[in-house]
């Protein structure tokens, strides 16, 4: 059920409470990760889970993330293996989803899944979304909190403009720390990077001590944002700009003249954490947007694959 109005919640243990009753209750509540903010409903009630779909419009082929606020949480879900032992210790609770197999009872919507026999989990860091999930005490499916193939939401305020009066309420703790989804690895074969994200490839693979599989897109279903066109602000996208042409707006980095900075100093880790609010910012001026060129490294990988997908071709 989509209710018609949305609550504001604060984040303390009183609007905390609220929000696990509501997933309690099979409504949806967006919340803080330290990624971006992400639609919550409960992944073991297919009601919920299907009205995330319908919250967001997005196609529903397309899988979602368990939120779970322990190792041992996620345990109960999915097949354990060592290199999940070592990514959880090293990165959890932190930007990074795992996918592993799922476990017999499991008790997962299979629209969380999307009929796939695995299942992505992550155990985010942010204290108001690890406190939600601690009060809840099941696991979340939760997608960013924004309608299908739009810019992240990296605030509250982002998550009203795009779902207010779609859903039962919003947590709001202020703008997410890292700024980018987080880091998906697939483990159920082969270890294969399924999307850049919050943690950089290279920490993954010298932890690991091997070469993940990159994904390629012709790959069965495992995209995430496989979709081309995702992340789109409503207005052309033009990347590695120089400079202004025509009306455009210039979204630089680095030391560049000029309209909007993801970083003066070039710094990718604060590139990240501008980069969706910038876009919704830029967006509100109806002008077309260039963006000037990222180094491909670190967390440049994660920002280069969302400016790639909110460049690319639109469908509609
Ligand atoms: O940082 C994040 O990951 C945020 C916050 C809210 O946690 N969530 C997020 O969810 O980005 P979403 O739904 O926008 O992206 C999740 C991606 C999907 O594109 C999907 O393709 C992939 O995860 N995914 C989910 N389950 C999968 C599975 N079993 N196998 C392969 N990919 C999967
Ligand atoms: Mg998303």
């Known amino acids: 059920m989509i209710s018609s109005g949305t609550q504001e919640l604060t984040a303390d243990p009183g609007g905390i409470a609220r929000a ?3 997933l309690r209750q099979g409504l949806l509540v967006a919340f803080p990760t330290e990624t971006v903010y992400g639609l919550g409903g409960d992944a073991r009630n297919g009601q919920a889970v299907a009205s995330i779909y319908e919250a967001k419009g997005r ?14 949480a996620a345990q109960r879900f999915v097949q354990w293996s060592d290199q999940a032992e070592q990514l959880a210790r090293a990165f959890w609770a932190g930007p990074l989803t795992l996918v592993l197999p799922l476990r017999e009872g499991h008790g997962i919507s299979s629209l969380v899944t999307a009929g796939l026999d695995t299942l992505a989990v992550r155990v985010p860091a942010h204290p108001t979304a690890r406190a939600l999930l601690t009060e809840f005490d099941g696991p979340v499916a939760a997608p960013s909190a924004n ?4 810019i992240s939401p990296t605030t509250a305020a982002h998550v009203w403009s795009g779902l207010g009066g779609k859903i039962a309420g919003v947590l709001d703790d202020g703008p997410c720390g890292v700024g980018l989804e987080s880091t998906i690895v697939g483990l159920a074969g082969d270890p294969t990077l399924l999307r850049p994200g919050g943690i950089a490839l290279e920490q993954i693979e010298k932890l690991l001590n091997l070469r993940l599989h990159l994904h390629q897109s012709g790959d069965l279903l495992t995209a995430p944002g496989q979709l081309q ?3 789109a602000p409503d207005a052309p996208v033009r990347l590695n700009a120089m ?11 680095g030391s560049i003249e000029c ?3 993801l970083s003066s100093e070039g710094n990718l880790t604060e590139a990240a954490a501008n980069l969706f609010a ?10 077309p947007i260039a963006v000037s060129a990222i180094p491909d490294t670190g967390l440049g990988v994660a920002i280069n694959d969302r400016l790639r997908r ?7």
Request: no cysteine; proline share 9%.
């Open 59 to 72: 196609p529903s082929f397309n899988p979602l993330i368990a939120h779970v606020p322990s190792v041992s």
């Open 259 to 261: 309209d909007l900075n």
């Open 278 to 287: 910038s876009l919704h910012q830029l967006n509100k001026t109806g002008r």
């Open 229 to 231: 066109s995702h992340y």
């Open 243 to 253: 400079a202004r042409r025509g009306d455009e707006v210039l979204l630089g980095f």
């Open 310 to 316: 909110a460049a690319a071709p639109r469908d509609s």
């Open 147 to 150: 309608p299908s193939g739009q």
């Open 20 to 22: 696990a009753d509501m």
